[in-house]
T-cell receptor, first 111, second 117 residues
Framework: KNEVEQSPQNLTAQEGEFITINCSYSVGISALHWLQQHPGGGIVSLFM???GKKKHGRLIATINIQEKHSSLHITASHPRDSAVYICAVREYGGSQGNLIFGKGTKLSVKP | KAGVTQTPRYLIKTRGQQVTLSCSPI?????VSWYQQTPGQGLQFLFE???????NKGNFPGRFSGRQFSNSRSEMNVSTLELGDSALYLC????????????????FGPGTRLTVT
């Protein structure tokens, strides 16, 4: 069983729709990252969470430490949001870069 | 501030050869981590360096090694290349100062795409 599970694996949405991507993990963590990867490979860190909720523009990330679950929400989705979204966790006591990654959610937003 | 840079961006090697990839972190960042991304396994942690010392290593064979220089630039080396080593190799830097510090964001480079034939 993977330590970090994401759902769905693939997601197709119409422009303007509200999108939710889920991440569940089975280990104790000190931080959770949401990453965005566009075709071509570049990865951008969207959020780093250890509790609660963060918002940046149309993106919102939440985490429930007790339930070991995090969600990434995109409001008013746009074709430029099309990318792979990856959840990664830093295991409690682990070093900074020692991240465990989910398999990613491929999002396609149609105009 | 310039971002994380990786060289080369693309590389084609033959089985049995060795390869060295380079990563220059964001100025002031002392922690550099390396990751391998393949279609089958996804992203996997290779190793992490801080102040020229390897802090942690992922579950990869000894053919994979790395080092960090006093200016925080890092290199990773893969010896005796196998077809399965074909992957996107990403490095990331962070401002982490020590193991006990709060989590810092990881800033990723564009990656080096290695093809082994």
């Amino acid at each position: 069983k993977n330590e970090v599970e994401q759902s769905p694996q693939n997601l197709t949405a119409q422009e303007g729709e509200f999108i939710t991507i889920n991440c569940s993990y089975s280990v104790g963590i000190s931080a959770l990252h949401w990453l965005q990867q566009h075709p071509g490979g570049g990865i951008v860190s969207l959020f780093m969470l250890s509790s609660g909720k963060k918002k940046h523009g149309r993106l919102i990330a939440t985490i429930n430490i007790q339930e070991k679950h995090s969600s990434l929400h995109i409001t008013a989705s746009h074709p430029r949001d099309s990318a792979v979204y990856i959840c990664a966790v830093r295991e409690y006591g682990g070093s900074q870069g020692n991240l465990i990654f989910g398999k990613g959610t491929k999002l396609s937003v149609k105009p | 501030k310039a971002g994380v840079t990786q060289t080369p961006r693309y590389l084609i090697k033959t089985r049995g050869q060795q390869v060295t990839l380079s990563c220059s972190p964001i100025s002031g960042h002392r922690s550099v981590s390396w990751y391998q991304q393949t279609p089958g396994q996804g992203l996997q942690f290779l190793f992490e360096y801080f102040s020229e010392t390897q802090r942690n290593k992922g579950n990869f064979p000894g053919r994979f090694s790395g080092r960090q220089f006093s200016n925080s630039r890092s290199e990773m080396n893969v010896s005796t290349l196998e077809l399965g080593d074909s992957a996107l190799y990403l490095c990331a830097s962070s401002a982490s100062r020590d193991r006990g510090s709060s989590s810092y964001e990881q800033y990723f480079g564009p990656g080096t795409r290695l093809t082994v034939t």
